[in-house]
């Protein structure tokens, strides 16, 4: 079964950092895309940000809300995709999403976590 | 950034109902144009993408439909599990952007 597992969300404090982690199975993790998207309470949806595959040389694109503070990785070898995320705001708070891309006229989003919950309080 | 902007809002149907969604993109995508669903408290589906290509086991009622700037997403006959807020997305090109959503309630 292709499945994906956030872990890592939690209460922090503004300023402060966390590493979220998604857990991949059931599929060549290493071929695909990856990316994070999030959603704050009551909130519509806002794309974080992408890493491509070993072919594309893992390379990274971020919104412009995050830039400079979070980092997207990955861990080939153990099917893990991270999302470290520094310098937190209030406004970060949010549940994160990492979700599996498709390739078929271009990259497209086809399967999400179930996410995890950030809450960036003093 | 690529702004994408849905209608209605929200909208209240009864079952067996025919629904038609829309998304408009502030300026021209192709067919790099996406539908989600999303459940209260779950994570959101993936319904089509390249503008009217089904996911894998989504079911036939859902089509979508458009090009350049206008799209639209079609529930052929509203079931109860059919209620639910949908989001259209492109991905032509960074910074990838949702649109507002659209909440479908039961009449």
């Known amino acids: 079964e292709v499945q994906l597992v956030e872990s890592g969300g939690g209460l922090v404090q503004p300023g402060g950092s966390l590493r979220l982690s998604c857990a991949a199975s059931g599929f060549t993790f290493s071929d695909h895309y990856m990316d994070w998207v999030r959603q704050a309470p009551g909130k519509g949806l806002e794309w974080v940000g992408r890493t491509r595959n070993k072919a594309n040389s893992y390379t990274t694109e971020y919104a412009a809300s995050v830039k400079g503070r979070f980092t997207i990785s990955r861990d080939d070898s153990k099917n893990l995709l991270f999302l470290q995320m520094n310098s937190l705001k209030t406004e970060d708070t949010a549940v994160y999403y990492c979700?599996?891309?498709?390739?078929?006229?271009?990259?497209?989003?086809?399967?999400w976590g179930r996410g995890t919950l950030v809450t960036v309080s003093s | 950034d690529i702004q994408m902007t849905q209608s209605p809002s929200s909208l209240s149907a009864s079952v067996g109902d025919r629904v038609i969604i829309t998304c408009r993109a502030s300026?021209?995508?192709?067919?790099?144009l996406a539908w989600f669903q999303q459940k209260p408290g779950k994570a959101p589906k993936s319904l089509i993408y390249?503008?009217?290509s089904l996911q894998s086991g989504v079911p036939s009622k859902f089509s979508g439909s458009g090009s350049g700037t206008d799209f639209t997403l079609t529930i052929s006959s509203l079931q109860p599990e059919d209620f639910a807020t949908y989001y259209c997305q492109q991905y032509k090109s960074y910074p990838l952007t949702f649109g507002g959503g659209t909440k479908v309630e039961i009449k």
């Open positions: 390249a503008t009217s």
């Open positions: 300026q021209g995508i192709s067919n790099y």
């Open positions: 979700v599996k891309l498709l390739y078929d006229q271009g990259w497209c989003f086809e399967l």
